[in-house]
């Protein structure tokens, strides 16, 4: 019969077919891994066992155990009374073996330790110019490395590196190291590759048994390892604490692990923590790397912590850790026909947790678990335990992709024929003590997310759900009434389900896709970034608006009442969803409320998902910022140059519609502004004015959705040249204006938002013109040529939307003329001028601002009309200069006006 090794014997393990785990893994207490086999089996399996191992015969310590002999097998043996320790220390070696029992087929260990006294083992093979490699050929126990300690204490340690091991025979192992006395037992490999061929072949195991209350532990450390296995049972790397306390540790860096075969049963990575007196956690740490798995019960990764035996409270943690490490099984159940159901059951993380303590599964960033097969699910998490705190914490902080028909993303806790089990406890709250957050994505077959009995669901703002059953989370499952004592009848518990989603932004549907939060008979809470909509014992929220970037989400309609009415999917037993009963809402639907995207997308459900008032305040910004750069189009004709400085003030009002919006977005503006500067004249007939201005003023944003205020402050430097400006025909001018602004930031609803954002704007104006003598007039035909540019600083507001622009940029073209009144300007009195422009935008005039991932933009009209009029009015070293000005765009309906008083002296 087949069976696996055991210390060099074979331990008689597959006595029946493996049921599936829905009927859970019945185990033997055989001295190599727990098996399949009945109570009845269980009990004949380990006396042949025991008969085996104990009665064979002692290893024989050969003229080679120093390596003596190069290419020769390694072979160290203490006796019971030796204290002496056993160390074997070689590097660059060449070892093969080959089949030493031609009727048996077994062959001989490659390099083989063994302590029956007190004292430690320690293995060091290393390659330095050379690679170590040990190749063995034949069954058990041709390994490749074997140490086993029989005696009272001492640790065993094992070192590898820049070594390469190949294992031909069934139930051999790369490494084997079994330690029955006190002390650990330790593996640490770098640089090796590890391939083994057999029945039952295991790449690596370290294996602690002792069974006294010293606390020893099972230790494997790789770096740059390549494990492959080929057989059926294959195992990549094993580590197993056995009968006493201690702990099975697990890191491995950088390794690919993999198990190729189609007909059995395979594990990658896996840490056994036996049920006993002694306490003791599962500590697997994988980082860089993969590990890849085919069979019919595939397991990527498994931590179990056994049950204990007898009446032992036994405590320790599951702990998972992955990062950067990518993890894909294959179910092959469905090809082979193995089991009955046809269930495949390769899990690509699972746990299985029997005695008191937590399980901790962390799928860290870079991560990724992939699985193929009917009910292969992603991760899954089992707790027997029966300890009040007993808790599941799951992170999914990398992708989950599961293809298997019925397969889950995520899977806790399991219903069977007796109601809700393998769950976590309660809490203080009624909540199960299973958490599943998820900040990567789940993409699955089957529910994105299955929990028994209920639980929490944290949603991270990376995270999403997709499921072709059309549930993105299932809590189901009900506890039944308890009636086993009369006087304590214990009620029934439905499952009570919480989930918290961070939107950062996004709406719903691209959370959870077209998917149902589905509560089999229990209630449900729904906290959207961090405010609760709905209790699961209260229903609705009253008023509660869940700020998030640049929408709210609201629990009301449109006509602002508040909806208690609910829906329930009362039958899905259709594989399509849009095949399912779904109840009319019902008023006082709480507890049995089912949710589903479009419960946020349309107000006429329960929520609404619409653009927040600071959405229109952010769509606005860039406009305002542009419009403002370009706000002196119509100008007064420039100041003669015997008036060498002036102050000017001038105000302006106006309004803003738009071609196009994402959030239906206008203004108003109003501001004033304070001008000083100084005209001077150069050589060869060029003028140059220059001028400090400071702006203050503010824009009333409104929208469908309310709008709230920009409060602006701003001081600017310009520069101008002209060439022929104050003589000649021609003249041609150009002007450079630079500015910072201050911005504070304010909602109809939330009040301040954000103070003293910072801005940058700049503009460049390019003009020329002909002066014409007509009459008593002076007529001037010209072109202007324009350009804004604007720059906002990244922030996040108080509602923690985060608020970003890119560099804003806008270009006009105007065609005019202006008309003045012919007066020297030597003389005293009064002149009149007017001007009437034509502006063209060029390009599409769209602006855009980005607040958590959404995108908003605004389209404003490209032509406009600009009129202007003014006096001017000289006695002396003074020139007072009025003026009122009006742009009118055509098409939108935008407009302003703007009024200037400068006063012009001589000093």
Not at 351 to 356: D, E, K, L, V, W
Not at 529 to 541: F, P, Q, R, S, W
Not at 845 to 867: C, N, W
């Amino acid at each position: 019969m087949d069976g696996r090794t055991a210390n060099g014997p074979a331990c008689l393990s597959r006595l029946i077919p493996p049921p599936p785990p829905s009927q859970y893994l019945s185990t033997s207490r055989c001295l190599d891994e727990p098996v399949w086999v009945s109570c009845g089996q269980k009990a004949l399996a380990c006396l042949l066992v025991a008969a085996l191992v104990f009665g064979s015969p002692a290893i024989a310590q050969n003229s080679n155990c120093n390596n003596a002999t190069p290419g020769d097998p390694i072979h160290c043996e203490e006796g019971a009374s030796s204290t002496d320790p056993i160390t074997i220390d070689v590097d660059g070696i060449d070892i093969t073996t080959g089949v030493v029992n031609q009727i048996q087929n077994t062959g001989e260990p490659g390099v083989q330790a063994l302590h029956q006294g007190n004292g430690n083992i320690d293995i060091d093979i290393s390659g330095t110019t050379t690679t170590s490699t040990i190749t063995t050929t034949g069954d058990s126990p041709g390994d490749a490395i074997s140490a086993l300690h029989t005696g009272t204490t001492g640790a065993i340690t094992i070192t590898v590196e820049d070594t390469e091991i190949k294992t031909t025979g069934n139930n051999t192992k790369g490494i084997d190291a079994q330690n029955r006395a006190v002390g650990n037992v330790e593996a640490d490999l770098t640089d090796v590759t590890i391939n083994t061929h057999g029945r039952g072949a295991t790449g690596l195991e370290v294996k602690q048994q002792n069974a006294g209350t010293s606390i020893s532990h099972a230790i494997l450390t790789a770096d740059r390892v390549t494990v492959t296995t080929r057989g059926e049972i294959a195992r990549g790397l094993r580590a197993t604490r056995e009968v006493g306390p201690g702990d099975v540790r697990m890191t491995i860096s950088n390794s690919k692990i993999t198990t190729e075969h189609t007909g059995d049963d395979s594990y990658g990575i896996y840490g056994y923590k036996a049920g006993s007196e002694g306490d003791g956690s599962i500590d697997i740490d994988l980082t860089g790397g993969s590990t890849t798995t085919k069979g019919t019960l595939a397991f990527g990764v498994i931590a179990w912590h056994q049950e204990s035996q007898g009446d032992h409270d036994v405590t320790g943690d599951i702990t998972i850790d992955l990062l950067r490490h990518a993890v894909r099984t294959e179910g092959t159940g469905d090809a082979v026909g193995v089991r009955d159901d046809d269930a495949t059951y390769s899990y690509g993380i699972y746990a299985r947790h029997h005695n008191s303590g937590n399980i901790n599964i962390n799928l860290g960033e870079g991560s990724s678990v992939t699985t193929l097969g009917h009910n292969s699910h992603g991760i899954v998490a089992y707790h027997f335990g029966t300890a009040d705190t007993r808790a599941i914490d799951i992170t999914v902080g990398g992708p989950v992709t599961v293809s298997g028909t019925g397969a889950q993303g995520v899977r806790v806790g399991n219903v069977g024929s007796g109601g809700p089990e393998r769950m976590a406890a309660l809490d203080d709250e009624g909540y199960r003590r299973q958490t599943v957050r998820v900040d990567s994505s789940i993409s699955s077959k089957g529910p994105g997310i299955y929990l028994v009995n209920g639980g929490r669901v944290v949603i991270g703002p990376q995270g999403s759900i997709a499921s072709d059953s059309g549930i993105a989370i299932l809590a189901t499952g009900t506890v039944p009434e308890d009636r086993s004592d009369s006087n304590n009848i214990v009620a029934a518990i439905p499952p009570k389900l919480r989930v918290d989603m961070d939107l950062d932004g996004r709406q719903v549907s691209q959370v959870i896709g077209d998917n149902w939060i589905i509560n089999d008979g229990g209630g449900t809470t729904l906290v959207v970034n961090g405010v609760k909509l709905h209790d699961a014992t209260t229903g609705v929220v009253p008023g509660a608006s869940a700020p998030n970037g640049a929408f709210e989400v609201r629990a009301q309609a449109n006509d602002v009442r508040i909806r208690e009415e609910g829906v329930r999917v009362l039958d899905r037993t259709d594989p399509d969803p849009a095949n399912w009963v779904v109840s009319d809402p019902v008023a006082g639907v709480i507890a049995d409320r089912d949710f589903s995207a479009v419960d946020f997308g349309e107000a006429r459900l329960m929520f609404m998902e619409e653009y927040a008032p600071r959405s229109a305040l952010y769509e606005a910004l860039p406009d305002v910022l542009l419009r403002l750069q370009q706000r002196d189009a119509v100008r007064a004709p420039l100041s003669r140059p015997e008036r060498s400085q002036w102050v000017r003030v001038t105000g302006r009002t106006g309004s803003q519609d738009f071609k196009r919006s994402t959030v239906g977005v206008e203004y108003d503006t109003d501001y004033f502004e304070i001008e000083a500067g100084k005209h001077v004249l150069l050589d060869n007939g060029l003028d140059a004015w220059v001028a400090l201005y400071y702006l203050d003023g503010t824009a009333e944003v409104s929208s469908p959705m309310k709008g709230g205020d920009i409060d602006m402050q701003g001081l600017g430097l310009s520069l101008e040249l002209c060439r022929g400006c104050e003589s000649g025909d021609w003249y041609a001018s150009g002007r450079l204006a630079l500015a910072r602004y201050d911005l504070d930031l304010s909602s109809d609803e939330r009040g301040r938002l954000k103070s003293g954002v910072k801005a940058t704007a700049w503009g460049l104006r390019l003009e020329a013109g002909r002066r014409l003598q007509r009459w008593n007039m002076q007529l001037t035909p010209r072109i202007r040529l324009t350009h804004a540019n604007m720059s906002v600083d990244r922030f996040t507001d108080t509602a923690k939307a985060r608020v970003s622009y890119s560099d804003e940029g806008r270009s006009a073209v105007a065609l005019g003329v202006m008309a003045e009144s012919a007066s020297p300007a030597t003389e005293s009195g009064p002149s009149l001028w007017g001007s009437l422009d034509f502006e063209h935008r060029l390009g599409d005039g769209q602006t855009t601002a980005r607040v958590s991932g959404e995108r908003l933009t605004a389209r404003s009209e490209t032509d406009s009309l600009l009129l202007g009029v003014g006096g001017i009015w000289r006695r002396g070293d003074l020139e007072i200069h009025a003026s009122l000005s009006a742009r009118e765009e055509l098409g939108s309906g935008g407009e302003e006006y703007g009024a200037t008083f400068s006063l012009d002296l001589q000093f």
